[in-house]
């Protein structure tokens, strides 16, 4: 029998949604049981369509962090000049309104429902293997990682668009060094809020929120892994992860986890919500790699976000010369799914 595989560009957009339209088979069925809530899920095989119409008055007005965020004295910070990238930095109106956040829906057009997510007061718990496990206020917690510097990073979604953004916030070393881990833990588990109240995604019971994604403690204290807490010199929107999220830009997007309650520092490495739901197209490491298809689709370029434009992907998304050795002697892993 002749298959056609498709390649990345041959497909529509919105037929490459990953994570919505290939929920594991028992998800699916519990989905079909409940059948008007599937109904009303119609568009989880449509991966975002950059026509929709937006009203630029409106995303100017909302699509930015609410002016009474205590944070807003640390920014703007200045740029480590370390990571440089030779594309244009994405618009902001592109990057502050063409989102994905499962928690407010499976589409790409949640900015609006994403103002919902009431970012204060807000706590980050860490646990797991440290020397004393803590509940920080954010704001004791973002006062304690001062100063504050910006990073103009790439991101690579594993949907096969890109964006480019200048993120504001900390390296996540700054934070594994606040928690005090013991010499026995192995990984770093962090965890989304949970809250179907302010959330309706998290209402659809096929998902297994909370939103968990992991790193090594060598990927973790690598200078490379950040702690977002603002972009383009403002404090964080809801919609890309406020208050804090992580920004690892030589892994595909979905590693970089939004809107963090818990870092749980573990010798069991965490199984992530997308590995959870699909782990033969999902796994831990999720390393940026050109020449390792998807299941359903190339990964060799990319759509860049607001143009039309195609361009090639890089191998660990351009960062290989900062991480690569990370990987070095770890052939028998699945480092590029
Ligand atoms: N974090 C949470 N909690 N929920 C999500 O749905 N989506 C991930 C990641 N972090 C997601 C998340 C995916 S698939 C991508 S590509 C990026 O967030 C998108 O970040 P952005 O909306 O700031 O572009």
Same mark, same amino acid.
């Given at each position: 029998?002749?298959?056609?595989?498709?390649?990345?560009?041959?497909?529509?957009?919105?037929?490459?949604?990953?994570?919505?339209?290939?929920?594991?088979?028992?998800?699916?069925?519990?989905?079909?049981?409940?059948?008007?809530?599937?109904?009303?899920?119609?568009?989880?095989?449509?991966?975002?369509?950059?026509?929709?119409?937006?009203?630029?008055?409106?995303?100017?007005?909302?699509?930015?962090?609410?002016?009474?965020?205590?944070?807003?004295?640390?920014?703007?910070?200045?740029?480590?000049?370390?990571?440089?990238?030779?594309?244009?930095?994405?618009?902001?109106?592109?990057?502050?309104?063409?989102?994905?956040?499962?928690?407010?829906?499976?589409?790409?057009?949640?900015?609006?429902?994403?103002?919902?997510?009431?970012?204060?007061?807000?706590?980050?718990?860490?646990?797991?293997?440290?020397?004393?496990?803590?509940?920080?206020?954010?704001?004791?917690?973002?006062?304690?990682?001062?100063?504050?510097?910006?990073?103009?990073?790439?991101?690579?979604?594993?949907?096969?668009?890109?964006?480019?953004? =200048?993120?504001? !916030?900390? /390296? %996540?070393?700054?934070? +594994?060094?606040?928690?005090?881990?013991?010499? #026995?833990? &192995?990984?770093?588990?962090?965890?989304?809020?949970?809250?179907?109240?302010?959330?309706?995604?998290?209402?659809?019971?096929?998902?297994?929120?909370?939103?968990?994604?992991?790193?090594?403690?060598?990927?973790?204290?690598?200078?490379?892994?950040?702690?977002?807490?603002?972009?383009?010199?403002?404090?964080?929107? =809801?919609?890309? !992860?406020? /208050? %804090?999220?992580?920004? +690892?830009?030589?892994?595909?997007?979905?590693? #970089?986890? &939004?809107?963090?309650?818990?870092?749980?520092?573990?010798?069991?490495?965490?199984?992530?919500?997308?590995?959870?739901?699909?782990?033969?197209?999902?796994?831990?490491?999720?390393?940026?790699?050109?020449?390792?298809?998807?299941?359903?689709?190339?990964?060799?370029?990319?759509?860049?976000?607001?143009?039309?434009?195609?361009?090639?992907?890089?191998?660990?998304?351009?960062?290989?010369?900062?991480?690569?050795?990370?990987?070095?002697?770890?052939?028998?892993?699945?480092?590029?799914?």
């Amino acid at each position: 029998m002749l298959i056609k595989r498709w390649k990345g560009w041959e497909i529509p957009e919105r037929e490459v949604t990953p994570h919505s339209v290939y929920m594991n088979r028992r998800g699916f069925m519990r989905a079909l049981a409940a059948g008007p809530i599937l109904a009303s899920t119609a568009g989880l095989a449509a991966c975002g369509d950059e026509s929709q119409a937006q009203d630029s008055k409106a995303v100017e007005q909302v699509a930015k962090a609410p002016v009474s965020d205590p944070s807003a004295i640390y920014y703007p910070a200045a740029r480590n000049e370390t990571y440089r990238v030779d594309r244009p930095i994405t618009a902001e109106e592109d990057a502050t309104t063409y989102n994905n956040f499962y928690e407010f829906g499976s589409h790409k057009n949640i900015w609006q429902a994403a103002q919902g997510l009431p970012i204060r007061p807000w706590t980050v718990t860490i646990d797991g293997m440290v020397e004393n496990a803590q509940t920080v206020d954010i704001d004791t917690l973002l006062k304690a990682m001062q100063p504050f510097e910006e990073r103009v990073y790439r991101h690579r979604c594993v949907e096969a668009w890109s964006m480019t953004v =200048p993120w504001t !916030g900390f /390296p %996540l070393s700054k934070l +594994v060094e606040f928690a005090k881990p013991l010499s #026995s833990a &192995k990984y770093i588990k962090m965890q989304t809020f949970q809250n179907p109240d302010i959330a309706p995604g998290q209402r659809q019971f096929w998902y297994p929120w909370p939103y968990i994604e992991g790193l090594t403690m060598a990927e973790a204290t690598n200078d490379l892994a950040f702690i977002a807490t603002g972009i383009y010199g403002e404090p964080m929107p =809801p919609q890309n !992860g406020a /208050p %804090l999220r992580l920004a +690892v830009p030589w892994k595909y997007g979905f590693k #970089s986890v &939004k809107s963090l309650v818990r870092f749980t520092f573990t010798d069991q490495r965490p199984v992530s919500f997308w590995e959870d739901l699909q782990a033969s197209e999902y796994g831990f490491w999720a390393n940026v790699n050109p020449d390792v298809d998807h299941a359903r689709w190339s990964q060799a370029t990319e759509r860049v976000l607001g143009t039309n434009e195609r361009v090639p992907t890089l191998m660990f998304n351009g960062y290989g010369e900062f991480v690569s050795d990370l990987y070095k002697g770890m052939d028998g892993e699945k480092l590029y799914m």
